[in-house]
């Protein structure tokens, strides 16, 4: 059984940081692509970064600068850092694991962060 599991949201002031963590199991996480998600309420889920099964990165332009995505393939968990965080920053963060061979993509059920004063 696949599982994917988020943890580290919460509530932070504005300009304050958070660190996402995706713990996967039941998948060979080292041939996976991964990426973080996120749906504010009444908005539609974007992407907010990706990270290749080789490393690549690639960000939205609202958090290039900010946020740093990055994995570790012997602890099957993929990581958000979030810094400089504001409060258009607020949304349900999901991640996101594809196969780098045939896409097969699996979620993770979804992390609160809230960015406020």
């Known amino acids: 059984q696949v599982q994917l599991v988020e943890s580290g949201g919460g509530l932070v002031q504005p300009g304050g940081s958070l660190r996402l963590s995706c713990a996967a199991s039941?998948?060979?996480?080292?041939?996976?692509?991964m990426g973080w998600y996120r749906q504010a309420p009444g908005k539609q889920r974007e992407m907010v970064a990706t990270?290749?099964?080789?490393?690549?990165?690639n960000y939205v332009d609202s958090v290039a600068g900010r946020f740093t995505i990055s994995r570790d393939n012997a602890k099957n968990t993929g990581y958000l850092q979030m810094n400089s965080l504001k409060p258009e920053d607020t949304a349900v963060y999901y991640c996101?694991?594809?196969?780098?061979?045939?896409?097969?993509?699996?979620w993770g059920q979804g992390t609160q962060v809230t960015v406020s004063s």
């Open positions: 996101n694991a594809v196969a780098a061979v045939g896409g097969r993509s699996y």
């Open positions: 039941g998948i060979t996480f080292r041939l996976y692509g």
């Open positions: 990270i290749t099964n080789s490393g690549r990165t």
